[in-house]
């Protein structure tokens, strides 16, 4: 299973929300490409860049995310505010390896065919974030009118091949992933799927690689050290914690 490291940036500094709340943040570093490169030195598969400012309307950090690039050897795939094919198109022809596609999912198909029409299905991932009251877009600011399961039945309809899950009341709080959720997905749906949101143990690591997802997200467990990020990946590969 997959391992990829979050930087969520806000304001050009590296930050993480709780619960996908902008006025819930917790600053990490003023440096993301210090972070980045800390990151790019754990054995990672890949980061998991989301621009929140792009996703809230403020702007963009496409100069951040050009220096991610340039400064780390690392599969990149970013998020945030991805509604127009230029936008896509500048950060694929920057070097990011693939763009992370949530509102347009929802509000313009068109966009997410001509991106992987252009460029291919492999630079497409969808997300799919959820809460209570379904699945969330638009900054997390609004509900679609369908469950996760019913997400899924859009990524395929879309011929989608990556999909990105978050529990966005889990996101940013290391309460633990959804399990009793994500082990309701069909095998084929977990294939593709990363998760994301709360993780923190190699535990739960462990459970999530036994359900054979395609990978996970990691944030704050990453950061602020609480497990070895190397039990954390071991946990992930399904090798023993104390030998490696």
């Not at 929140?52 to 403020?58: C, E, F, M, P, S």
């Not at 679609?144 to 709080?173: C, P, Q, W």
């Not at 990691?218 to 602020?224: K, P, Q, V």
């Not at 954390?232 to 590969?237: E, N, P, Q």
Request: proline share 3%; with cysteine; glycine share 12%.
């Amino acid at each position: 299973m997959e391992v990829w490291g979050s930087i969520d940036l806000l304001g050009g500094k590296v930050v993480r929300l709780v619960k996908g709340d902008p006025t819930s943040t917790i600053v990490y570093s003023n440096n993301p490409s210090h972070v980045a490169r800390k990151l790019s030195s754990l054995g990672l598969d890949g980061l998991h860049i989301v621009d929140i400012d792009a996703a809230l309307g403020r702007g963009r950090n496409t100069e951040i995310i050009k220096s991610i690039i340039e400064n780390t050897n690392m599969k990149t795939q970013v998020g945030g505010g991805i509604r127009t094919f230029e936008t896509a198109a500048s950060l694929l022809d920057m070097g990011v390896s693939r763009v992370v596609i949530g509102t347009a999912l929802f509000t313009n198909h068109k966009l997410v065919t001509d991106i992987m029409s252009s460029y291919g299905p492999e630079r497409v991932v969808a997300a799919l974030d959820y809460g209570r009251g379904g699945i969330v877009y638009k900054g997390w600011c609004l509900v679609a009118h369908m469950n996760l399961f019913e997400g899924y039945s859009l990524v395929k309809e879309l011929s989608i091949k990556h999909v990105l899950v978050t529990a966005v009341e889990r996101d940013g709080t290391m309460m633990g992933p959804d399990l009793e959720l994500l082990s309701k997905l069909n095998p084929e749906d977990r294939a593709i799927t990363y998760a994301s949101g709360g993780i923190s143990t190699p535990q739960e690591v462990s459970e999530l690689a036994r359900l054979s997802f395609k990978g996970i997200i990691l944030g704050r467990a990453l950061y602020e050290g609480l497990v070895p990020p190397s039990d954390l990946i071991a946990a992930a590969r399904q090798r023993d914690i104390a030998t490696g």
